[in-house]
């Protein structure tokens, strides 16, 4: 038609009409993919922190792959068992899992999930008597998978693989971003895989706290646990307000990078405490702050045994309180020919500081390599021994500056005749 009014009343019928039934039509768009999302509520979940909503919301996770929480707290009495699913929460203030078993929120037993932005909570707030309150569990090979925006609380552990004797739990690829766990009695995240090993993922701003410097759960802690791993980077873990153990323990790990770590308000109430307990690993570590914590029993910024690696550039180590008769020290060395600590732009403005610098390997070599600008063993570097260390090959071809009455006096040790001795240059 050549009508004027005639096409814009076509056009105008189109918009009104048409449009929103082709959009209605349309899949759903959850997140970044345009595919229908399983709605709990369509499978009779009710979400309002009464009503036991484990067996609705188990039908709607075995009915689809995308499954969506809208806003609500929902009871749960047993574990929800994840396969390969996207879980999808309303943000992770707004959408509540509350759990009153013992037992765990998800069992992930597969690979290809992404669970985000949800509050995952149990009863109660201590935990001691729940030791399999353990928020999310990984069975069997977890890879490929993304767990964000998530809020825990009060829990025995937050993130845990399955430790069973004999069976294959491990995990690789996986990514940990934007996780907040309070008041936790064991563990915030304790991955030890019992088979293969933890390889190939990132985990970053992960924030655990126990409460207040007096309001606060009393059981000393490890935050986080990590054995077997490789090629692993973790991004702004922080550790504050809680009775601790160790911050952190990272056992048979190579090639683990750390960036930026923070400890604040920490009280460290046990001998032999200490922040970075390292076991036959090796650890990169890239900034980092520890501020405000009190030290009551012998605590050390870093615990080295069985052989191990710490190259740590530009952490700053600042305001301490001592609460009882024990120190904090450096480091401490525990067995092995091959710990070695090198630290470079590490400050400090706390001048008892124990250095530790006369603890050896049992080789006789120094532990502490380098601090800041001066090298213990790969260079030359004054030496506060008041001998020399026995001459070994490891020393071999190394130079020692020794400061004496008279002035210094520089040594290099060197093989003669099948033996080795300390020369005096």
Same mark, same amino acid.
């Given at each position: ?200 993922? #990132? ?93 009551? %029993? ?19 180590? %600042? ?14 060395? #525990? ?54 260390? %026995? ?20 040594? #290099? ?13």
């Amino acid at each position: 038609t050549g009508n004027p009014s005639m096409k814009k009343a076509i056009l105008l019928f189109y918009f009104v009409m048409i449009i929103p039934i082709l959009i209605s039509c349309a899949p759903q768009k959850n997140g970044e993919l345009e595919v229908p999302f399983i709605n709990v509520k369509d499978f009779g979940a009710v979400g309002d922190g009464k009503t036991d909503d484990t067996k609705a919301i188990q039908k709607a996770i075995e009915a689809g792959s995308d499954i969506y929480f809208p806003e609500g707290k929902y009871l749960i009495s047993d574990s929800l068992e994840i396969q390969s699913k996207k879980i999808n929460g309303a943000g992770m203030e707004s959408t509540i899992i509350y759990s009153k078993a013992d037992a765990p929120i998800f069992k992930v037993s597969a690979s290809f999930n992404d669970i985000r932005n949800l509050g995952l909570q149990y009863d109660g707030w201590d935990q001691s008597d729940y030791t399999n309150r353990n928020a999310i569990v990984f069975e069997d090979q977890i890879a490929h998978s993304v767990f964000e925006n998530l809020d825990i609380i009060s829990v025995y552990r937050a993130f845990y693989i399955d430790e069973t004797e004999g069976a294959e739990n491990y995990a690789f690829s996986i990514n940990l971003r934007n996780i907040y766990i309070f008041w936790f009695e064991k563990n915030a995240i304790h991955f030890n895989p019992p088979y293969g090993g933890l390889t190939g993922s #990132v985990l970053e701003n992960i924030y655990t706290s126990n409460g207040l410097r007096d309001n606060r759960l009393d059981s000393p802690v490890i935050p986080f646990v990590f054995g077997k791993a490789s090629e692993m980077t973790l991004i702004q873990l922080n550790t504050e307000w809680a009775n601790i153990k160790k911050a952190f323990q990272i056992d048979y790990s190579y090639n683990v990078t750390m960036i930026s770590p923070h400890f604040e308000g920490l009280d460290f109430k046990e001998e032999g405490g200490t922040f970075f307990d390292i076991n036959h690993s090796n650890l990169k570590l890239i900034g980092g702050r520890a501020y405000h914590n009190n030290i009551h %029993e012998q605590t050390s910024l870093f615990k080295l045994m069985e052989n191990s690696d710490i190259s740590s550039d530009n952490f700053y180590l %600042e305001d301490y309180e001592q609460q009882g008769e024990g120190d904090l020290e450096l480091f401490e060395a #525990v067995a092995g020919d091959e710990n070695r600590l090198a630290l470079t732009q590490f400050k400090t403005n706390i001048d008892d500081l124990d250095l530790n610098m006369e603890t050896l390997n049992e080789d006789g070599t120094p532990i502490l390599t380098r601090l800041n600008d001066q090298s213990f063993f790969d260079g030359m570097g004054v030496q506060s021994f008041k001998s020399l260390p %026995e001459p070994t090959e490891a020393w071999r071809g190394k130079m020692i500056m020794l400061e004496r009455g008279s002035g210094d006096q520089i040594y #290099v040790c060197i093989k003669t005749n099948g033996s080795y001795e300390w020369v005096e240059i």
